[in-house]
């Protein structure tokens, strides 16, 4: 079946440091990718999403690449702020799925001033 | 932008009690959704509909029920709730087409069984 795997958290950085959040996933065909993040007391918002193998989904300074041979899609982001501090939650679309989503454990991000 | 509300941030009920949880989005999206969100689990897909009066199971259905008379309007029931449906519920919704659109999520239903 399909699924989605998270590297776990919860994550601490201080401000300016470079994030990698790790995504890899099971999944037949070529689902479509997405990630998204909660702030605290909030739903769930999209952040990116990519379509199609190789292709770099990007928002607010965050990236990441549908990587099709190694099954990952890595969340990145150069620099980050305290603002940043969240849950981001990795998930997957099947094309024959009806749009349902599967979703990773979430990963918890602070980042200290 | 769209908005999908959720008639509750927070909830008590007792065991055993009927639970009604509601929610609506502005969009005219033909698909909506009800996911359960527990620590270490991720969220998890409980019923989602395509269209009025349609419904379909999703991961975890059991111990709920749907209703969906209305396009923007869909209810999650738990017809006797008990301690283990303590969680958060998220309600979202999405375009029909193209099939992989994303979803729109509510703020969340924070529902406390005693």
């Known amino acids: 079946g399909n699924s989605v795997t998270q590297m776990e958290g919860p994550v601490t950085l201080s401000e300016e440091a470079f994030l990698t959040i790790n995504c890899t996933y099971t999944?037949?065909?070529?689902?479509?990718l997405f990630w998204y993040v909660q702030y605290p007391g909030e739903g769930l918002q999209l952040l990116l999403k990519?379509?199609?193998?190789?292709d770099k989904g990007s928002n607010k300074g965050f990236e990441a690449t549908y990587r099709k041979e190694t099954t990952s899609f890595h969340l990145e982001k150069g620099s980050v702020q305290v603002s940043d501090s969240a849950v981001y939650f990795c998930?997957?679309?099947?094309?024959?799925?009806?749009?349902?989503?599967?979703f990773g454990e979430g990963t918890q991000l602070t980042v200290n001033p | 932008d769209v908005k999908v509300t959720q008639s509750s941030r927070y909830l008590v009920k007792r065991t055993g009690e009927k639970v009604f949880l509601e929610c609506v989005q502005d969009?005219?999206?033909?698909?909506m959704f009800w996911y359960r969100q527990d620590p270490g689990l991720g969220l998890r897909l409980i019923y989602f509909?395509?269209?009025?009066?349609?419904?379909e199971k999703g991961d975890i259905p059991e111990g709920y029920s749907v209703s969906r008379e209305k396009k923007e309007r869909f209810s999650l029931i738990l017809e006797s709730a008990s301690t283990n449906q303590t969680s958060m519920y998220l309600c979202?919704?999405?375009?029909?087409?193209?099939?992989?659109?994303?979803?729109?999520f509510g703020n969340g239903t924070r529902l406390t069984v005693t």
């Open positions: 979202a919704s999405s375009l029909g087409r193209p099939s992989n659109s994303p979803l729109h």
């Open positions: 969009m005219d999206h033909e698909n």
């Open positions: 990519a379509t199609k193998a190789d």
């Open positions: 998930a997957l679309m099947r094309e024959t799925s009806g749009s349902r989503l599967t």
């Open positions: 509909s395509y269209d009025v009066k349609m419904k």
């Open positions: 999944a037949t065909g070529y689902p479509s």
